[in-house]
């Protein structure tokens, strides 16, 4: 990361590069990308470009478009998968740089945790796989579809 003073503006950068290959697709208020762990299969992240440290930090135009595009993700994701539920979190708190996470959730989670936020689950039970084309390139080939028609279709 040296260099760039968050991971976040990091990805960003990457992705611009055509060189990050989490990117989902390119969309009106930065990139969606599939997060580097999938421990909820589908699990993805919309990072700005241009990066910004907070949401209130972009216009109200912007910020309804990065608001949007986050919906949009959890719709492609509820459309994509067997996801019950999509939850979304913006947090910023050891990125200080603004992104929003998309989380699917599954019928098939414990009770327990299944009815609170991902949180709720013990950090070292989160561990999932690590994003693997090989694995996830379809959902990811899924959701850029999905995705880029919606858009596409709102021009």
Do not use: K
């Not at 603004?98 to 949180?119: D, I, K």
Request: aromatic share 10%; charged share 25%.
């Amino acid at each position: 990361m040296a260099g760039y003073p968050t991971l976040i503006h990091e990805r960003v950068d990457q992705a611009r590069r055509g060189e990050n290959p989490a990117v989902i697709c390119r969309m009106p208020s930065g990139w969606a990308v599939l997060g580097d762990d999938q421990f909820f299969v589908g699990y993805s992240l919309l990072l700005p470009d241009p990066v910004v440290e907070n949401l209130t930090d972009l216009g109200d135009a912007e910020r309804a478009g990065f608001l949007s595009d986050m919906a949009l993700i959890g719709e492609a994701l509820h459309d994509c998968t067997d996801a019950y539920r999509i939850n979304y979190e913006i947090l910023g708190n050891s990125e200080a740089a603004l992104h929003a996470h998309v989380f699917p959730r599954y019928q098939n989670e414990p009770e327990r945790l299944r009815r609170g936020p991902v949180w709720w689950y013990d950090l070292q039970d989160l561990t999932g796989d690590p994003l693997d084309l090989d694995v996830h390139g379809d959902l990811q080939g899924r959701l850029a579809t999905y995705l880029t028609d919606r858009l596409d279709a709102s021009r």
